[in-house]
């Protein structure tokens, strides 16, 4: 069990108002959980379990994107939060993924309300265009950037430095089923992830890939994921010369069968 | 129609011009909202050079930016494309509407595009050949991740390059390569995602049937794993993918159903 301090809570904040820029605007990626958990390992002097945390929230949350405009749960706060309490009340990192699932909830939350709010603004961002008023165009961005960056620098205070008592003891109130209940959705929950990832990806074509990755890591002992994204990279390289004549359809459909016929 | 255009000299636009133009295309999601989703941000963006094209002419400022400012939602690594290909238009002062129309046709391909490349194919990758380090406690693993990204950031200055110079030669470009370059990301990105699948998702059944008093069966050792290890994990997934893609369930609503699965089970003591 540590204390978070005053000035580690403050640190906290200040990182996340930083992450919270770099999230909003998909910048440099500094808001994904392995930095997020890392920057706050070090931050709480615990450099070895952030790394933890950040490599096991990454993959829990590696399915989680805001691509095609769905906000997921917020990765800044499951970063910093399941830090903090794997940190603080010292339970297992899978176990603090789940106790830390709330925040992000939260966060996410708050994120959508902006979306809805900062509808609000654009009769004003259209005023400005039509004075050509680029400043006050550029000030409107600012400005909606740094409500978001607040926002997040206040939330994280309050939860991972205020409610932290409050959390400790929820933590110690845990029956054993409760907390290995956590453990395991910890490590459930990259299922959802994955099933994410594969509704955009997954076609009956490609189907025979994922199972030759799944068969390679169940059969053969590997330190890390390279070798599988290496074959990975075989198989599309393959694919990518082997079928040639099909990416221009709408160019070249009379002549490449001919050429098989001829072939033939 | 064009000669009322051509009253002042073209606008000289430098390297360095589009250089920073990449660099403030990171402002795209500044303002976001349901509305209009990125607009604020792209005309927030591309303000500098549209203010040195149009500097003797504000209402073509004004057209433009008015232009700019309709709903728009793509890819931030690769919005400097479209930004970079309008803005050459922008300078020849081309008609509006073919402006117009080419941000319209291009912004949601760009967005396929990207979402194919950076989130579903790089990210995973990434992120499950850096936790693999990060887990072992390596800070190898964090590390790796950040230069990547840095990396994926920089590249944003050579697609506005790109973009600009291309001009409006670019919409057949993007026709030309993207299926193919689309279907060899996604393989990669599945086959790692196979990979991940076996080594990131945990169902260990703890339950076990007790044959006499001294012989008991534990359905995880003897039963999953001799018939086939992962065979959970792999089924747990194939069931998420089915009910977000064929039941269109929300995925907070499989995380809490997880949630609440996991701990009903291990209070049952199966999980």
Redesign the interface.
Known sequence: MHEITLMQGLMLAGVAFIFGIDF???????F?P??VC?ITGAILGD??IG??T???T??AF????P????Q??NPILAGIMTTVIAHSAGVDPKTAI?LG?PFS?LM?YIILF??????M??PK??RY??E?N?AG??R???L??LIVACTYALVVFLCAYSAQGAMQALVKSMPA??S???E??G??????G?????????KMQ?VP???????????VQI????P??V???A???F??FN??P?????AATEAPKEDYSNGI | MASEHTTTPEAEITKGDITKLAFRS????????????QS??F??AM?PLL?KIYRDD?EG??AA??DS?EFI?TH??LVGFLMGLLISLEQKKEDRALIKGLKVALFGPIAGIG??IF??TL???I?????????????L??LI??LV??A??FMRVGWTHMGYSLGVKAIDKI???S??IA??????????????????????VIASFAIDATHSVGLQKDFFDKV???LL??G??????Y???KKQVH??M??LI??VL??????L?I?
């Not at chain 2, 992120?127 to 380090?133: L, P, R, Y």
């Open positions: 909003w605007l998909e910048a440099l990626f500094l994904r392995i930095i890392t450099l070895q790394l933890i950040g490599g096991l990454e993959l590696a399915g989680l994107t691509a095609g405009g769905v997921p749960p789940g699932l909830l996410q902006y979306y809805s709010a900062f509808s603004f654009m961002v259209e265009v039509s050509n680029t165009l550029g409107m961005s600012l909606m950037t089923w409760l290995h209940g956590f395991v959705a490590g459930i929950l990259p299922a959802v994955f099933g994410l990832l594969l509704r955009v990806m997954l490609y890939y994922l199972l030759a990755g799944f068969l390679f890591v169940c059969y330190q890390n994921l390279l599988v994204a074959m990975g990279a198989f599309a390289l694919v990518y079928s040639k099909e990416s221009a359809p709408a | 990171s402002m795209l999601q500044a303002g976001f909202n349901y509305e209009r989703m604020v941000g005309t927030t303000q203010k504000p400022l004004k930016n008015k400012l939602n931030p690594n979402d194919a989130w579903f990210l995973p990758i992120a499950g050949v850096c936790a693999s380090f990060a887990i072992q406690g390596n800070v693993g964090p991740f950040f990204y840095l994926v950031f026709k030309d390569g299926t193919m279907k060899s990301a996604t393989i990669l990105g599945v086959t790692v995602i196979g990979g991940l699948i076996a080594s990131y998702v945990h169902i260990n086939f290890p992962n994990p792999m747990y997934v194939m069931l998420m993918f009910l977000l893609k995925p907070v499989l995380i997880t949630f996991s701990i009903a089970l291990s209070w003591g999980l």
